[in-house]
């Protein structure tokens, strides 16, 4: 589960924990504010305990790897997904991720597809198609008997 960054709102990432019985709170937040993130989550261990999804919306990536924000390629440890492209970049009304490590993101078994369920009886579908073949057979005879 993704959270958004809200100034005093880092304890989170232990209640998330703790409600889970997972390690797998990911905290969204953007290139500037990854300090702001470090303070805040104290003692919880960025990639054991919390992960992040930076969001640059300007193009540029952010990959996992060692700390080097000072310019691109930006990498930084901890780093689970990036939002790369804004609307604006889109072309569309839709923001642009890329996501690096699915193993943390829970699965969500498929939604079944309702079964149509027949509104009428297999005896009233064959006895329809019938009155069907017998009016196709007096069309059929009825335009063999129009001048060509």
Known sequence: MAFELMPGGMDFASTRCVASGRKDAVVY?????????????????????????????????????????AAP??????????????????GGDW?????????????????????????VSRAQAETAVAGILKNLAVLTKAAGQLPA
Request: net charge neutral; hydrophobic share 40%.
């Open 95 to 119: 923001d642009q991720s890329l996501v690096f490590e699915s193993k943390i993101w829970v699965s969500l078994p498929p939604v079944p597809v309702p079964v149509p369920v027949p509104r």
């Open 73 to 90: 390629p930006y990498t930084y440890p901890g780093v689970v997904a990036c939002q790369i492209r804004g609307a604006g970049l889109t």
């Open 29 to 69: 937040c953007n290139r500037a504010t990854i300090p702001e993130v470090r303070v805040g989550t104290g003692t919880q261990v960025l990639g054991v305990d919390y992960f992040l999804w930076v969001a640059t919306l300007d193009g540029t990536l952010v990959t996992p790897g060692p700390v080097h924000l």
